[in-house]
């Protein structure tokens, strides 16, 4: 039994597909099976996949097209490793990317979602940019509220999660998203600041060809998460996920709802809450707001307890 499964959906995959493929069958790390999802490719996807001999390649064919997130929960289904890692068929894998992940994940068992930043490359292969980030435990959490941070093509995940808690892959578009959130209620997760996939900005991908789908339903995930820590109005906690992640201007009753809602996540997260965290996040919405905003002794008390709280578990911690 094969320690790492690796999920790969294929739908008109051409020409980029060998590049993904070969990036798999070519880590250092080698004990894995690579589940090839073909999802009645239009192209020559399933000609070339049928010309690779290698015995860790597993290739499951849908009889009807079925979409991208049939096709993920297929091969989801079909996974027999303890680490399920995934890749699109655009994307590349470094060559020990697999070998990183699984020593990081043996290493720190309460994680059970690990993703890594990523170098942007373009449709003919060229770097464009590396995404430097790094998102510890309640820094990903804090990010989940708003958008989707993790790149889905750099994710390996404990499969036991998913089968203990009856997980997968559900909406028809940001499903990923979709599936981190829950997931993150049942296990611990980070983004590691190394470039572990080469992720192709690809027009012609499921992603940019469905953008305006994307981005509907990742608005709803947001508002759902947000509903976990705010009692505000549709209206209002739309209005505050939008003013996250563009900036802008804020209404007053949406503003002291951003600060209710830092403070009720804070409380729910204590386990992972730290001084220099909240001090980011009252730094980060003093920039972005008016004066008038900060004026208000009631919001200053509510930032100051904010401030109480992680103190107090700093304390703790140390004590």
């Not at 068929?89 to 697999?98: G, Q, S």
């Not at 043996?106 to 170098?119: F, M, N, R, T, Y």
């Not at 001090?279 to 109480?308: D, G, N």
Request: charged letters at 20%; aromatic letters at 10%; glycine letters at 4%.
């Amino acid at each position: 039994m094969p320690l790492v499964s690796v999920v790969m959906p294929v739908y008109n995959g051409m020409p980029y597909l060998p590049l993904a493929v070969e990036s798999i069958l070519n880590q250092t790390f080698t004990d894995f099976e690579l589940i090839l999802v073909e999802d009645c490719s239009t192209d020559e996807s399933l000609s070339y996949l049928m010309t690779v001999s290698d015995t860790r390649i597993v290739l499951i064919q849908h009889e009807t097209n079925k979409g991208v997130t049939k096709a993920l929960q297929t091969g989801m289904l079909s996974a027999k490793g303890e680490f399920i890692a995934r890749l699109d068929a655009d994307d590349i894998a470094k060559p020990d990317r697999f070998e990183y992940q699984v020593l990081f994940l043996k290493q720190h068992p309460k994680i059970g979602l690990l993703a890594s930043s990523v170098e942007y490359i373009n449709e003919i292969g060229d770097h464009v940019r590396f995404s430097e980030q790094r998102k510890n435990e309640i820094e990903l959490r804090w990010s989940l509220l708003f958008k989707n941070p993790i790149i889905h093509s750099s994710v390996m995940i404990r499969s036991a999660l998913l089968k203990k808690y009856a997980l997968g892959f559900e909406l028809p578009h940001s499903e990923d998203y979709d599936l981190w959130t829950r997931l993150l209620q049942f296990t611990q997760g980070c983004i590691i600041n190394k470039h572990l996939t080469s992720y192709r900005i690809n027009p012609v991908s499921w992603t940019y060809t469905k953008s305006f789908e994307q981005k509907e339903s990742g608005l709803k995930i947001s508002l759902r998460e947000l509903r976990r820590y705010s009692c505000g109005t549709e209206q209002e906690l739309t209005e505050i996920s939008v003013w996250v992640r563009k900036g802008g201007d804020i209404s007053n009753s949406s503003f002291r709802l951003v600060i209710q809602l830092l403070k009720n996540f804070i409380q729910a997260n204590r386990d992972h809450a730290h001084f220099s965290f909240v001090v980011s996040k009252i730094y980060w919405i003093a920039k972005r707001v008016r004066w008038s905003h900060l004026l208000s002794l009631r919001i200053m008390s509510l930032l100051f307890s904010i401030c109480s709280i992680s103190i107090f578990k700093k304390q703790t911690n140390s004590a």
